[in-house]
């Protein structure tokens, strides 16, 4: 008989194989998605204030690999190229529910159906968000023009690495988030420099802001399947609305992201609960979270906070019940590798194991080596800062992703006297090279959502 700790690793090694294959191939899409399209693609279409951009927005952020916190400050980003209100909010639902690394999982461990669904049902709930805030939250449209007009979260996702920017009569030098279009990106980079572009940011950015998320919910998944009796939810199977609403209760304050729900789910269902309340999960889980409604909240406006967060919790529960009172159920069957777990780990081949031990690495590297080399990095900064006033440290609390990583940077490089911005996401801090005003920098990062002092505080 297998002893516990045996059964847990079988299960996780066999959750991990079967979304490996496709983990790398949404990632690598993901990357491409990056650094090939246009940001300029998305501004142009969504700027009517109608329905057909509304739809718009959906439909182009449903491949994007944006979390629910890195969504936020390009949607800003959008509003302050002129989208308008209803679209970004529609881009803000959407976005964060899906992605081609997510949609790419979700067909690994789901099957075909929940792969489908997932992004439809997606679709059409930021549809519906969309069309309310043009229809009911128009006196919130001033308060995210303002917010995008003052800067706030902007940043954009061009790619590129070689050119400056001109803001306050400094230059402003390019990271991840810089506002530059992808045009301008084009003509001075070659094909290998953005094929190289979206490598680095499919198998190691994403990956830094995924891979803790992917790793916990295995984890988490792989508890489930040994630990959990079969049939645990069996009691409540019949009660599929109650299911829904037990799951929204979990879902909406915590934070999951798209792809790190997927095993969750999965293994959830394995123990009783439905399909359509595994959908509530993938959906309302990403999507919402007490930080991210903090944020919409102050940035575009508590009106459309409310809506935004009606829509999803009103299209998880009708795709949930569609699911589970129209479509076959046999459509969304638990796959073979949560209910047999450990007993079929001898069925692995060769290249089960290749891309086992390649998403081992990449998320070695992702999260061990390359934050291990910042950290270094920063700690000599912060040494040298004792000796260098030209060095200062802040302490920036709040900041989830690469994305929060970039807003930041991005706040900081355009005040006065700034020559040069890092941020360690790791530890939270700030390093800001040149003279000055250090009540200025705490301002423009605060004014963000992220709590910011002097280190020395």
Same mark, same amino acid.
């Given at each position: 008989m297998m002893t516990f700790i045996e059964s847990y690793w079988d299960a996780l090694v066999m959750m991990m194989a079967e979304m490996a294959p496709y983990l =790398?191939?949404?990632?690598? #899409?993901a990357g491409l998605l990056r650094t090939f399209v246009p940001h300029s693609l998305y501004s142009r279409h969504l700027a009517p204030r109608? =329905?057909?951009?509304? %739809?718009? /927005?959906? /439909?182009l952020g449903i491949p994007l690999p944006l979390c629910s916190c890195g969504v936020i400050p390009t949607s800003v980003g959008l509003r302050k190229e002129g989208v308008s209100h209803g679209a970004c909010t529609s881009f803000l639902i959407a976005t964060p529910q899906t992605g081609v690394d997510s949609i790419a999982a979700t067909y690994s461990l789901m099957g075909l159906p929940f792969a489908i669904v997932r992004? %439809? /049902?997606a679709l059409f709930t930021a549809m519906f968000g969309g069309w309310l805030v043009n229809k009911y939250a128009r006196e919130d449209e001033q308060v995210s023009a303002e917010a995008a007009m003052s800067g706030e979260h902007d940043h954009c996702d061009c790619g590129c690495d070689d050119h400056d920017h001109h803001h306050h009569h400094h230059d402003h030098h390019h990271d991840d988030s810089c506002s530059c279009s992808t045009e301008e990106c084009s003509s001075k980079s070659t094909f290998w420099e953005k094929l190289k572009g979206a490598l680095e940011y499919g198998f190691v950015e994403m990956l830094q802001d995924v891979g803790k998320w992917l790793v916990i919910g295995l984890l988490i998944a792989a508890l489930i399947t040994v630990a959990v009796p079969n049939h645990w939810l069996a009691a409540l199977h019949e009660y599929k609305l109650l299911n829904m609403l037990i799951v929204l209760a979990v879902a909406i304050p915590m934070y999951v992201c798209a792809t790190g729900s997927i095993p969750i789910a999965v293994s959830l269902m394995a123990k009783g609960l439905t399909p359509g309340a595994a959908l509530v999960l993938l959906m309302a889980g990403p999507a919402v979270n007490s930080a991210s409604i903090l944020v919409i909240g102050k940035v575009f406006g508590k009106r459309?906070?409310?809506?935004?967060?009606?829509? #999803? @919790? @009103?299209g998880a529960i009708l795709f949930g019940l569609g699911i589970d009172y129209l479509l076959p159920q046999e459509w969304f069957a638990v796959s073979s590798v949560i209910t047999e777990g450990g007993h079929c780990a001898h069925c692995l081949t060769a290249w089960d194991w290749f891309f086992l031990a390649l998403l081992a690495i990449l998320l070695f590297? /992702?999260?061990?080596?390359?934050?291990?080399?910042d950290h270094e990095h920063h700690v000599e900064a912060e040494a040298t800062s004792a000796e260098a006033p030209l060095i200062t440290v802040y302490n920036v609390e709040g900041m989830a992703c690469n994305h929060c990583k970039a807003a930041v940077k991005n706040a900081i490089d355009v005040i006065a006297g700034v020559e040069k911005v890092e941020v360690d996401l790791a530890k939270g801090k700030a390093y800001v090279y040149g003279q000055h005003n250090s009540a200025e920098v705490i301002k423009a990062v605060s004014d963000r959502g992220y709590n910011t002092t002097l280190f020395n505080e």
């Open positions: =790398m191939l949404g990632f690598f #899409i109608n =329905m057909k951009s509304v %739809v718009k /927005a959906a /439909a992004p %439809v /049902a459309t906070l409310s809506l935004y967060v009606l829509s #999803i @919790i @009103i590297n /992702a999260l061990v080596l390359h934050r291990h080399h």
